[in-house]
Structure formats: C-alpha cells, structure tokens
C-alpha cells in the first residue's frame, strides 16, 4: 500500500522557520511530481508548491520568496523549507503526488505561527 508521511510540522512565532518532510513508500518516487498543499480551518485546501520531475518547481503567490521546495529521489522524500513565517500561514499541510493516476495524500501535519 501506498503511503506518503509528513512530518516536521509545529508551532513556531512569526518570522520563524520550519522544514516539512514527506516521506513516500511503495512508488517509484522519481516518476511523479509532487505538491504541497494547504488547508487552514473553515478555508478551502489550497496549492502551495510544486516540483516536477526534471526539478522545476513553481509557488503560489503569497509563499514565493519565503517557501522552497525540493526533492531527494534517493530518499524518496519531498522538503518544504519554510521561511519568514507568518500567522496566516497557519494551516495543516499536505503532500499529494502528481503523476500516474491514482494521486495519493499524506495525513497532513499541522503548522501553527503565533503572532
């Protein structure tokens, strides 16, 4: 069975930093791209970053500058390096592949910056 694990997630004041990891199983990893989604109570989940198979990454608006995403197909896992953080990045976030159907979801793993 699949599985994708986040982790690194926490509480952190605002302008503070934190890095996430997911951890993928039972995939040939390098195959599919990877996204990093987010969902902040009562929000719709929304997308974060993305990085494709040749490395090529794109961010949304309100994260560019501040979040990095990155890979490491010998580990199998995808990083998002969080910087600058701020209050309304607070959400629960989430690792989805992007490839060959079927897409699979992490558990997600909670972030909360505090003012």
């Known amino acids: 069975q699949v599985q994708l694990v986040e982790s690194g997630g926490g509480v952190v004041q605002a302008g503070g930093s934190l890095k996430l990891s997911c951890a993928a199983s039972r995939i040939i990893f390098s195959i599919y791209a990877m996204r990093w989604y987010r969902q902040a109570p009562g929000k719709q989940r929304e997308l974060v970053a993305a990085?494709?198979?040749?490395?090529?990454?794109n961010y949304a608006d309100s994260v560019k500058g501040r979040f990095t995403i990155s890979r490491d197909n010998t580990k199998n896992t995808v990083y998002l390096q969080m910087n600058s953080l701020k209050a309304e990045d607070t959400a629960v976030y989430y690792c989805?592949?992007?490839?060959?159907?079927?897409?699979?979801w992490g558990q997600g793993t909670q972030v909360t910056v505090s003012a």
């Open positions: 990085i494709i198979t040749d490395g090529s990454t």
């Open positions: 989805n592949t992007w490839g060959p159907p079927p897409n699979y």
